[in-house]
């Protein structure tokens, strides 16, 4: 098994030996988020309003909670913040000929195979599937049912991927980066003589989560892989789907919080979120250069380099509690302005649609 290239140790953890999973890193949703849970409406009572968040970024759908539309925050990206945002068109399904459509979106945006296809509202890349050839492009389209939104991206030709959250309240001039998660693809290495399943259970992490690869790999997983040749396990860069986050705070630097700032400030009224990206090397990275936006997440975006397997469970919490203490303090300030918040029944509206809707998207590749 090998990974792509990180960065620098990781300050949280950095001193401990790194294990294949922490203590938490999979626990059930409801064991980990439950006390995340508590704070959220410790902090709504607190203020006045359990939906305050969703006003930190108030020109989006519930400020990026849940049911937004990734396009529609993509489109309020003005001349500067456009440049760095990798071209994207979309179609919806359920035409008479989804693939004719869909070609004819691509042609009018100037772009062509290979693209990342994926549902517009959605989230942990579930649907996420690289499209590289007509014949793929139509299989994937058939997989999503009629009337689904989904986005054609232009495939970002740099390997590695970095979430980076950035924060700015509403009276600062300038906004900071929180976290830098730099994400991992697991990549088997053939001998020539295993099988994809045993490399898979041979090694030190994905054997303590093979239910994330296998899914996926079907009638492949019984193939022997010639010695030297590699397997990508998984595409999406999403640590539930099996990618592997590290910790990349050490990479943060005055020209790169410079560089993320000037582009955020080209996004109206934005606050508080994650920016998932592409990124030619670390070295680029720190000079703020070599990079391409994949999307723009809102406030019910993570700061990711909480799943480094070298984090603590109380560090985790520690960094989950500070941002979404944030958003609050953000929501805060916006709703005084004369901003509006969702409330808890809009709320609780877009999460109920957009559960629907990952129910019925595919398998992520």
Known sequence: MTHAPTAAAPRAGASRPPSPLSMFEFWPGWAFYTPIVLYWILMGLRHGDLS???????????????????????????????????????????????????????????????????????????????????????????????????????????????????????????????????????????????????????????????????????????????????????????HCKGSIFRNGADDVTPALT????????????????RIDLKFESVAALRLGRGFEIIEINGVGSEATHIWDSRTTLREAYAAQFMHYRETFRIGAKKKKAGWRSAGAFTMLRYWRRQKKLLASYPLND
């Open 258 to 273: 410079e560089q993320i700032d000037r582009i955020m400030h080209d996004i109206p009224d934005f606050h508080f979120g």
């Open 52 to 238: 305050l968040p969703t006003a930190a970024n108030p020109r989006i759908e519930t400020g990026g909670l849940c049911g937004e539309s990734k396009t529609d925050i993509l489109d309020m990206a003005g001349d500067v913040a456009r440049q760095w945002i990798a071209p994207y068109t979309t179609v919806t399904t359920g035409s008479t000929d989804d693939e004719a459509a869909a070609t004819a979106a691509l042609t009018r945006a100037g772009l062509t195979l290979p693209v990342v296809l994926k549902p517009d509202i959605g989230c942990n890349g579930t649907g996420v599937k690289l499209v590289t050839t007509p014949q793929e492009l139509a299989t994937a389209l058939a997989l999503f049912p009629a009337g689904i939104r989904l986005v054609m991206q232009r495939l970002i030709p740099y390997e590695h991927e970095a979430g980076i959250f950035y924060i700015r309240h509403p009276d600062e001039e300038r906004g900071r980066i929180t976290s830098v998660t730099y994400k991992e693809a697991p990549v088997l290495v053939g001998d020539g003589r295993s099988t994809v399943r045993q490399l898979i259970d041979a090694d030190a992490r994905t054997h303590l989560v093979p239910h994330l690869y296998l899914p996926r790999l079907g009638t492949r997983v019984h193939d022997i892989l010639p010695a030297g040749e590699t397997m990508r396990l998984v595409f999406a860069g999403n």
